[in-house]
């Protein structure tokens, strides 16, 4: 067993993740698509030592979504821009496999994690089916998702392997560029994919990116086990969580991996104060946002510091917490958690003081993958 530390990601969602939050006096009515407040939110994240950003993404929307999805940036797009004002910390997109393109994704999440210098990170999910109108595929449907996925997995993979590490030369002298026995084809043929390779980017500081997944259903464990690297799940139930996990890393296992380079990451919206009732008065100011009968679920996270931080280290020492990924709700959710409850972790020691790695698989401590090439 690797004692890691317990890691820190911090999901940054604009006017927030929810129907009313935008209203609050605190937040820009326009925060997801403002430029300034992405950055703004990034530096504290990597001042704090958070070990990556984290975007959620939407692929079909109409009038009754959360307001953050009717108008948002693009992942790689807004991920690249911060990687210039940041220096450590990962960046990591979504991008729904039922809607995009292996090549393309491969080319794209590559080119950031080069861009960041081995930053990047990929939430590689189904989505729901409804997105299919609006990328030509409704000749596919729900019982098409995994087994799509998995293809596109298998194609992303292989193709971020085009190049072995030494495979450029780049000697002016003699005038070599590049060893072609170092790049390989991966002249894939699938159900729903037919792509022949190589990629056209070399392999990153950290190999490859890490691959995240989020889902519950147990075709999207039988792919996870075979491909995942981090897993986003509700943080809401600790029981379930813990069976989740023994279930998930069973199935890892029996794909020969080892356990250990799987990572569970639920995710949470805290509400912190120096004191319970700082943290409830938070709470209902948010919920003052809301129409007349309209209330928050009550958030896992929430009351004082302490409190949080206790529950916090019980979910990290029960295996089913390798890394915390907050929201936040309220909107000096980052703030306040940074404040409050990131110096208890550090001085309960389960939280690092300083990045050790400049890396994303650095920063989550998973192995480096070898090239599948490398003889
Ligand atoms: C924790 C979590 C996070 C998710 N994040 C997204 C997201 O950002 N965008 C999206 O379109 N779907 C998201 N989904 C939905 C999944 O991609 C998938 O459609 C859903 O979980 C149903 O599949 P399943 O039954 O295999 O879990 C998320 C699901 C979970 C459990």
Sequence with gaps: MIERKLKLGGIIDGVGWSYFG?????????????????????IQLENAKFDTIFLADVSHIGPGMIPHYLSMFEGISILSALSMVTHSIGLTATIATSYADPFTVARQIASLDKISNGRAGWNAITSNPGGLANYSRTHLSKSDLYPLKEEFLVIVEGLWDSYEDDAFIRDKKSGVFFDPSKMHSLNYTGNYFSVDGPLNISRSRQGRPVISQAGTSSAFMDVAARHAEVIMVPGDNFDYLKGFTVELKRRVENQGRSPNDLLIMPSHSPIVGKTEKEALEKLREIESLMPIGHRLPRPQLLGSAEHVAEKIEHWYRAGVMDILLIRQDYPAGFEDFIKLVVPILQEKGI??????????RGNLELPYPENSYKE
């Excluded at 939280?351 to 994303?360: G, H, I, Q, R, S």
């Design 22 to 42: 935008w209203r609050h006096p605190d937040i820009p009515a326009n925060a997801s698509e403002k430029i300034d407040f992405y950055v703004e939110k990034a």
């Design 351 to 360: 939280f690092k003081k300083e990045y050790e790695a400049n890396t994303l």
